[in-house]
């Protein structure tokens, strides 16, 4: 369905154009096209003039009072059954109001949590895995000896061999010490 020279309540200038299918609108005004859904169980979108109010196109469950309630609460409110969200442009005389019902919304949240809750379980185990592998590695003897010496904590010292009965000189041992703290 094509619905052509749609005026936007009291609004000058070209008129829009309204596309309609497969439960699906879209309105097209100049370069500015707004697409809404359409039959989706349990959600609700419309047009409606912001000037007169007058509703230019809907699907679902739309209610006439959520404008009323919109201009007490704000763009965003729940009426107690759906969460609704409504925007207006300040280019042209239109508001768009799309609404999800409540229990579809908490249901949809649920389902997602049940997929979401033990996927981001078993990445948390994971992690701390292989956090603790890291950490045992990086605190393994190998480890804290490549540490030290790739920092230069390693001091060469040389210990001489001398001969007791004459005092002479008989070689030396060479020490690798590592003085630490603790």
Request: hydrophobic share 45%; with cysteine.
């Amino acid at each position: 369905d094509v619905r052509l020279q749609v005026r936007l309540g009291a609004s000058e200038g070209p008129p829009a154009v309204v596309f309609a299918r497969n439960g699906y609108f879209a309105w097209v005004h100049g370069d500015t096209m707004l697409a809404l859904l359409g039959n989706d169980a349990g959600s609700s979108a419309a047009l409606v003039s912001a000037s007169t109010e007058r509703v230019l196109t809907y699907r679902g469950d739309y209610d006439p009072a959520w404008r009323d309630r919109q201009r007490r609460r704000g763009d965003r409110f729940f009426d107690g059954q759906h969460l609704v969200v409504t925007r207006t442009t300040d280019t042209y005389d239109i508001a768009a109001m799309v609404s999800v019902r409540g229990d579809l919304l908490r249901a949809r949240l649920t389902r997602t949590m049940l997929v979401v809750l033990p996927l981001g379980l078993a990445f948390g185990v994971a992690w701390a895995g292989f956090l603790q592998r890291l950490l045992r590695r990086r605190a393994s003897l190998p480890a804290v000896l490549r540490t030290a010496l790739d920092r230069g904590e390693f001091e060469l010292h040389y210990q001489p061999i001398v001969h007791l009965s004459d005092g002479s000189l008989a070689g030396c041992e060479a020490l690798l010490r590592w003085p630490r703290q603790g």
